[in-house]
């Protein structure tokens, strides 16, 4: 639509509510306002105007602020006591709107708006101005009680730097881009650093945008704490119920609890199947020889889920050439016998949790920085100074899906 038209219709303008939902109480935790125009007992969505960066800012602004009046009234005097969640476009704080704004918030406090339940959610990527200014004002919203969250993560690139200096208290990710089940391990990635950030700066993590049951499994498994999207609750001209789901969280989330066994349970036994395996084999096998050639026999005698392994010591230093499975053969690459692996995570920790617990460890699943596909490790102290590294080929994790999780 044409924001003159837009502009034209500005008494046609009103705001939707879109429910968020929390992972604990499975009851609603919040509205998120959003702009809509009624023509013609037509809902078009304001969506695209706002985000228009060809669209003056004052024609937003305005757009914004009559939303805000009637969102603000209708949440007054129908009492609701659940935070109501506001678009706010992060430039307005860099400019003299950011007085027409905070005005308009103050005048509703004094109207019997709490503060403290109102949350701003802002788009990292759409601003462009002064991060210091922005991070002043946002100090000074939190003496309100106003809460922030940074909108839209995982659609582009998002600077984690400005995030955390931002100090929001939720992380909104955007899994528009979640199609399939196909989709890289990049952006699993990407979420997964989020999940970390939102962790180590203590904000929530908050997934819209949740159009399927998939996205609703990956937004649990993600440890997304709230969630949104037309999958749960599309917006709607009222509140919804607090409890309208209740029911239907509380199944399908013991669903998702029923998958996560399934797969952890694999991912045990076969450590616990591995354990055993060298175990016995290690015991059987004669080291009065070099080394090399002692683990060059248990690799023979081992069943063939593993395309690389070598020893090293607990400081990472690589006892063994790196024994290749090739053609149902064992190859000697000697290029890496020598090197420290100190350096890699959980390293250090792995080697005394293998000490400590006198037993291997299966590693999460990881992109394999030589190869390029994705494996896992497991891991085992032969004894007090050796320990063994074997990896598991990409195929037989491809065979076995419940080791893919
Ligand atoms: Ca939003």
Redesign the pocket.
């Known amino acids: 639509m044409d924001p003159l038209d837009v502009m034209m219709h500005v008494d046609k303008v009103k705001p939707y509510f879109q429910a968020i939902f929390s992972a604990d109480s499975h009851e609603v935790v919040g509205y ?1 306002v ?1 702009g809509k125009l009624e023509i013609d007992q037509k809902i078009i969505s304001l969506g695209t105007f706002f985000h228009d960066p060809t669209v003056p800012d004052d024609f937003k602004m305005e757009i914004d602020q009559k939303i805000q009046d009637l969102a603000f009234k209708k949440y007054v005097s129908e009492n609701i006591q659940v935070p109501l ?1 506001l ?1 706010v476009h992060a430039n307005y704080f860099e400019t003299e709107k950011e007085d027409q704004f905070l005005d308009h918030l103050l005048n509703y406090q004094q109207k019997g708006l709490d503060l403290a339940n109102i949350v701003i ?1 802002i ?1 990292e990527q759409q601003f462009s101005g002064d991060l210091d200014l922005l991070t002043h004002t946002f100090k000074y919203l939190k003496t309100l009680g106003v809460k922030l969250a940074i ?2 993560l995982g659609t582009g690139a998002s600077n984690l730097d400005r995030i955390s200096l931002m100090e929001p208290d939720i992380l ?1 990710v955007n899994l528009h881009a979640l199609q399939s089940e196909s989709i890289s391990t990049n952006y699993h990635s990407i979420i997964y650093s989020l999940s970390l950030l939102a962790r180590k700066v203590g904000a929530e993590l908050l997934f ?1 945008e949740i159009i399927t049951n998939y996205h609703f499994h990956y937004a649990w498994r993600n440890s997304g704490r709230y969630y949104q999207g037309s999958f749960l609750s599309p917006s709607a001209s009222d509140f919804v119920e607090m409890n309208i789901l209740k029911e239907r969280f509380r199944k399908d989330i013991q669903q998702f609890i029923l998958v996560e066994r399934k797969k952890l349970t694999a991912k045990f036994q076969l450590a616990k199947s591995l354990n055993l395996q060298i175990q016995g084999k290690w015991k059987q096998i004669k080291k009065n020889r070099e080394l090399d050639v002692v683990i060059d026999s248990l690799a023979k005698e081992m069943e063939h889920i593993f395309f690389r392994i070598y020893v090293t010591d607990e400081d990472g230093f690589q006892k063994t050439v790196n024994f290749i499975h090739v053609n149902k053969n064992w190859m000697w690459d000697k290029s890496a016998k020598g090197k420290n692996w100190s350096w890699r995570p959980y390293f250090i920790e792995n080697v005394i949790r293998m000490k400590e617990e006198q037993s291997g460890i299966l590693s999460d699943i990881y992109n394999d920085i030589e190869t390029g596909e994705r494996i896992r490790t497991f891991s085992y102290p032969l004894d007090e100074s050796l320990y063994l590294f074997m990896d598991i080929s990409p195929m037989y994790l491809d065979e076995h899906e419940d080791l893919l999780w």
């Open positions: 998120e959003l969640y678009n959610e788009s909108d839209d909104k819209a």
